[in-house]
């Protein structure tokens, strides 16, 4: 333990899928043995966006924390919890307003791309609400409540951490205090993982394996993946390389042996995609089938998710209490 602290987040999405798993949660799972880490539920910030869409916004938490309990994060390593459980978030949050530039929020480039998603969206109120302009302050405050030294995230986040730092500096300077951390971002170093079309994996597109897929289910959707698209008969000769999908997972999944028995057997036309697919399909599964017994495990055993929830809730607490207690100090609250 460096007595470094990296604390990071996701946005209850419900069920997650195989790029959440490669992109960000094995990073976790890895940095956990080396870091004190902080891992939370953003609920707050799902309501940026669905503050009229919460019906499944409770299960949707749960379903999050127990693809990462599954995938590895250890409770016992690592405190998890959930964002809006730890109120000083918000409290910061106000403070970190007060000094963040109007410009710098407008400028944020996820939240223009989010702006313009919900505008293309139709029949949805394309109203941005003064809550999603705060999305980059509330983020800020969620790191900077830990006083993180550190933010394991994918690339599309980067420019959030570059706003903390900003904003970290910022109270500084004016609050003439060295108090806050300005926070690096940890990218990881896993491959990015495409969707089974080829285009980026998401759940709203359809085309993710999830965590929580059944091995059947995950056969079947494999059994989907583009390949070469210029080849028709099995003894064509493949082209591997232009394989969109499917080689592209056994690069991500098969041993070195494995990915250099596919290419030769393919480009010699030894084998053929329905074949091929089986095979990769078959080596997915027996990747998963650990994390997958473990994901059942705490399917059937909820209250131990909530307890570990209510554990990382309090622990958290602490952490924040005491940051807050010197922010409150520093702005010269009463
Ligand atoms: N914006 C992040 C996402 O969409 C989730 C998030 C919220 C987060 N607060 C954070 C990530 C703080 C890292 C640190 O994935
Ligand atoms: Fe892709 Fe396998 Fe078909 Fe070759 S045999 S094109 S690697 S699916």
Redesign the pocket.
Known sequence: MTNQLIVSGMRPTGKLHLGHYLGVIQNWVELQHKYDSYFFVADWHALTTKYDKTEDLRGDTLEVVMDWLASGIDPDKSTIYVQSHVPEIAELNIYLGMVTPQNWVERDPTLKDMAKILRTKEGQNSQISYGLMGYPVLMSADIMMMNANAVPVGIDQVAHIEITRDIARRFNNIYNTEFFNEPQPILNKCSLICGLDGNKMGKSFHNDIKISDTAEDTAKKVMT?I??RS?MRRTDL???DE?EV??KY?EIFGSEEEISN??S??EKGE???AD??RQ?GKKINDTLCEIREKRRYYETHLDEVKDILAEGDKKARKRAMEVIEQVRDLVRMY
């Open positions: 993946a390949t070469d080849r493949g082209h591997p394989c499917a080689f056994w596919t290419r057997e393919c084998r053929g995609c091929c697919k990769l």
